[in-house]
């Protein structure tokens, strides 16, 4: 039997804990995304500004810095399942609180400000958590397939969840928020569900000052950590042209609120198809070199969609952009959790999320501080070539990293 038929049959199918795991991740991503929708198009509506659709991002950004160090600590320390649920919990607050302001017509931009902080503040736990949780769901050797399934499970989410929110709040908009409610739900169910051997709280060491720091000083003394971490970093911060989707889809494009989840789904749907077949096929040569050319497409995509006027061709460039996306998503992902041992899988990961997943809120108010200054077309095109001239600089400044061939387990690496 070859690996594909394996991982169908007798793989992570066979993991339950992974499937419940993928399973929340789906219902919670598209929770997420369908709020996501609701106050991206609300603000832009209410106040007309690239700005203030830029300050959403920055909202969210800030808990993440703020929170990085207590995070960490926090997923080594105690039960991973719990963060999760309760970081869902307060998903399921503000979308309510959402849901309450459509129903009184009090939503407001303050309102809807402060319910982005409480996504952040959560995001911030559960998002590394969460991540650090995967590895106990399944045995090492599924761990790359699990991170292709793990991020199909996003780009279901995000292809279902735009989109649906799109059609549904054409028609009634607090019938969206009032899903996000129930699918959050759904996803505390999920991981209530989940029981994995052993203990899921990883450390139980006392929180010092050095025990907090330990992940920072643990990715500096790997090269190879540091520079995959801090290539996401300025990539993203550069080229996150999503912030300003609902200036596209009003302004340039004229295609509305339909159109703004198709627009937000498209590059979901070329990160499917690309996690799908690195579920079954994963990467296992020249992974460097692979990861640097998926960041070159990511950038010219990011180009592409600039320039277009059409919405066929943006919505292409979008896919390809999500694809190349995710081929350097699993590549960095499963990089960072092969390469760390189980009880500092927390901290590291906090701190991935503050490098990475924060430069997504960050790039977020980047690019609409630069829309508000010089437009939103010179904004996106900004990002992809400033992607392109990090993608080609990290690679003088991390030799090794370019050179990397295969995973490498971290009890097999020397310190």
């Known amino acids: 039997m070859n690996e594909a038929a394996t991982f169908s049959t007798g793989g992570l199918l066979q993991q339950r804990p992974f499937v419940l795991i993928w399973l929340a991740r789906v219902a919670a991503t598209i929770g997420y995304q369908m709020m996501a929708l609701v106050i991206g198009w609300k603000i832009y509506e209410i106040t007309g500004s690239a700005f203030d659709l830029g300050l959403v991002g920055l909202i969210q950004f800030v808990p993440a810095v703020v929170l990085t160090l207590l995070i960490g600590h926090t997923a080594d320390r105690y039960d991973r399942r719990l963060i999760v649920q309760l970081s869902q919990g307060v998903y399921a607050l503000a979308a309510a609180l959402i849901t309450v302001g459509l129903l009184t017509n009090i939503l407001s931009r303050e309102l809807l400000f402060f319910a982005v902080f409480m996504i952040g503040c959560a995001r911030a736990f559960e998002l590394p958590t969460g991540h650090a949780l995967v590895p106990a769901t399944v045995p090492v050797r599924l761990l790359p397939r699990a991170v292709a399934a793990w991020t199909s499970a996003n780009q279901v989410a995000v292809i279902s969840g ?19 409610v129930l699918f959050f739900v759904m996803s505390i169910a999920f991981v209530g569900l989940i029981r994995i051997k052993g203990n899921v709280a990883a450390n139980r060491e006392p929180p010092t000052f050095s025990s907090v ?19 996401d970093l300025f990539v993203v911060l550069l080229g996150a042209a999503t912030a300003l989707l609902p200036i596209f889809a009003k302004d340039i494009l004229q295609v509305g609120p339909v159109g703004l989840g198709l627009l937000r789904s498209a590059p979901a749907v070329g990160a499917l198809a690309v996690a799908i077949v690195l579920s079954h096929y994963p990467i296992e040569r020249h992974i460097g070199l692979k990861m ?3 960041v070159a497409i990511f950038g010219m995509a990011t180009i592409t969609f600039g320039l277009s006027s059409s919405f066929p061709l943006s919505l ?7 694809a190349s996306d995710a081929v350097s998503v699993v590549i960095r992902f499963t990089l960072v959790q092969m390469e760390t ?18 430069s997504n809120t960050l790039g977020e108010f980047e690019s609409g501080a630069v829309a508000a200054w010089l437009g939103a077309v010179p904004s996106v095109l900004i990002g992809g070539i400033g992607s392109l001239v990090i993608a080609a600089t990290w690679m003088g400044l991390f030799p090794d990293l370019r050179k990397i061939d295969r995973y490498e387990p971290a009890d097999a690496k020397k310190e």
């Open 162 to 180: 735009p989109a649906l929110g799109g059609l549904i709040y054409a028609v009634m908009p607090v019938a969206v928020s009032l899903l996000c």
């Open 316 to 322: 292409v460039a979008l896919a390809v952009l999500g």
């Open 292 to 294: 640097f050319g998926a």
């Open 213 to 231: 720091l330990a992940g920072f000083h643990y990715i500096r003394r790997r090269k190879r950590l540091l520079g995959v971490i801090t290539l």
């Open 341 to 358: 041992p189980d009880d500092m899988r927390g901290r590291v990961s906090a701190i991935n999320y503050l490098f990475v997943g924060s």
